[in-house]
């Protein structure tokens, strides 16, 4: 908000900050949090310059890595972005996301580029697990952690006793050149990330399925008075965030070109860090996928980053704890204060 | 004994049974299946085993289920007996040597962990599920740092001290019986009051003049002490660190919690039926191992048990509002004017 840089003369430039901070306030006042996205966004890019500086990110394939593992991250935080925004929490990530990448690695074996209908059913199946995750909670209302953490456990009761413990199967090859490709100097899966983004976003922001969410995740009765039919909507925010956990499975087992028992295992915490990091309540109907977006960014970073370092990789996990405390603080006070 | 019998049994033809009753009708299911499946079920042996292996969920168990009176959740609970596990191993050479006053920093730190929860949940306000998932990472890190892969060892004279015998009893389930009557105690002190009233409902609470922020913070410290003092026995029983997180430990604790009959919100429950909730599981695990079950399929019956627990709960709620929803339908239709276009 400097005035610096181009001022064609003062008055035009006083009024250009009068009308950018005026439109500021406007912009604060329909989205709350938007203090918590353009902060989380920024330290993100401090982080990555001061890496930079520092002569820790030393190249660029570094920095590429860090934002393709970073899009992963996000796309799994979409999934538990939905449900805290509709008032619920989802543990069951770690082996949704196994479960799934096995299961198209199993089927895939090493057929080729038989393999596509190997995703599809995969991603059938991760729709399957969602659903079930949403019959427990709307329909039998039990509580969501009871819910989700039952159906993780089950989940990789199956993938174990399955697997015995031992990578299995392959990535079907077209889906290993789609995620190890690249466009001109970028990966692929970089694209795929900022059009997820725009997808997502709009779609909570956009969309009456979206409104429907934010409706069930601030009053359920409210919503159902209102005609929501509130146990549809939850199923498919419970379907909508094990489709994307899915799909971060497979996305990952095509970069990796291979699934593993313990795949899924660093995604269920720093996901919901992600999604509180980004300004979403964790008490539902609040927050947007921008954030999210950008807290998972972030923590990757902060990953990549410390890995570069001399620190142990335990500073990493200390680091975002920390991280993590503070932001929320500082979102809180904001939100008492304002 | 027959007034007791006699309360418990108008309670439950009033339609409002103790919530340890469950958990004691399963537990007597699975002492039954558990004796006639394994061999020598009932030997000194097993009994230790079985002793040693519950210990450690129980004890944890039970600091959760204080958080959970109070209304939170606790995530930490595993990474606190990482981080104090190694703590104990690579430390307590630093502490003279003593096991004693070692023993006694590892519940000071336990304590002194869930005081700092307390205080982001009870001062800084801080949803208790995203407090404990950054203490979560910190201890997990912190953990890792002290000890970057299982090993380490602790004199044999500490692990007898505490999975050893005490007199005709195994350790372990003595020092299960002392955190019992400890929490016991604490119940019936003010502070167990207080604890209640928070978790089910904090505002009227406060109104009431109960110091609502102090009373958390001394939930999740006492609750941390029990984490300190299951490190002690976790310890003990491996005689050995090892600074991975056990998830399906995790798992087993909220599950040991809800067959003991405390309720997710908070204001209800208590800490034995977690107890028992505890060697229910173990039990039930032994008997899996029994029957030649490999221990790759007892995730999924742990799974099973836990949605199986909170079903009936959930099935009769959704009958009931099956019901009333048939009954005032009208009524909803009419007010829903407005709202969602």
Partial sequence: MEVGGARPTDVTASATVTNLVGRWREALRRYPNLRAVVTVWLVFLAVFALGAALGWVANLSQLETALVLAVFALVVAFGQNVVILSGGIDLSVPFTITSVSILMTELAGSSGSQGIWAILVALAFATAIGVWNGVWVAYLKVSPLIATLGTNIILSGVVLSYTQGKPIGSAPQPLIDLMTGTVGPFSNVLFMGIIFTIVATLLLLRTTFGRRIYAIGNSPEVSYLSGIRTHAVTIAVYTLASFSYGLAGVMLSGWNRQASPLMGDPFLFPSIAAVVLGGTSILGGRGNFVGTAGGAALFTGIGTILAATTLPPSARDIVIGVVLIVAVVMIQRERVSG | ?341
């Fill in chain 2, 1 to 341: 004994m027959t007034p007791l019998v006699k309360r418990v049994a108008d309670r439950v033809r009033g339609g409002n049974p103790p919530p340890i009753l469950g958990s004691l009708v399963v537990l007597a299911i699975l002492l039954l299946v558990y004796g006639s499946v394994k061999e020598e079920a009932f030997s000194n042996f097993t009994l230790q085993e079985v002793a040693t292996a519950t210990a450690t969920l129980a004890i944890l168990a039970v600091g959760q289920t204080v958080v959970v009176i109070s209304g939170g959740f606790d995530f930490s609970p595993v990474a606190v007996l990482a981080f104090l596990n190694v703590f104990l191993v690579t430390q307590a050479d630093h502490l003279g040597g003593s096991y004693v006053l070692t023993a006694i920093v590892v519940v000071a730190i336990g304590a002194g962990i869930g005081a700092i929860n307390g205080i982001l949940v009870g001062f800084l306000r801080i949803q208790s599920i995203i407090a404990t998932i950054a203490m979560f990472f910190v201890l997990s890190g912190g953990a890792l740092a002290l000890l970057d892969q299982p090993g380490g060892s602790v004199p044999t004279d500490f692990s007898l001290a505490l999975s050893g015998e005490w007199g005709p009893i195994p350790a372990s389930a003595g020092v299960v019986a002392i955190v019992g009557l400890l929490w016991l105690l604490v119940k019936n002190l003010r502070f167990g009051r207080h604890l209640y009233a928070v978790g089910s409902n904090a505002a009227a609470a406060f109104a009431r003049g109960v110091p609502v922020r102090g009373t958390l913070v001394a939930t999740y410290a006492f609750a941390g002490l029990f984490y300190g003092i299951a490190a002690l026995n976790y310890t003990a029983a491996t005689a050995s660190g090892d600074p991975r997180i056990n998830f399906v430990l995790l798992v087993q604790l909220f599950a040991a919690v809800v067959i003991g009959g405390t309720a997710f919100g908070g204001g209800r429950g208590g800490a034995i039926g977690s107890i028992v909730g505890a060697l229910c599981l173990i039990l039930l695990e032994s008997v899996l191992f029994s029957v030649g079950v490999a221990s790759y399929y007892t995730p999924i019956v742990f799974g099973a048990v836990l949605l199986a627990v909170v079903l009936p709960s959930a099935i009769g709620s959704d009958v009931n509002e099956f019901v009333r929803r048939i009954l005032v339908r009208p009524r909803h239709t009419a007010a829903s004017a407005g709202g969602e276009g």
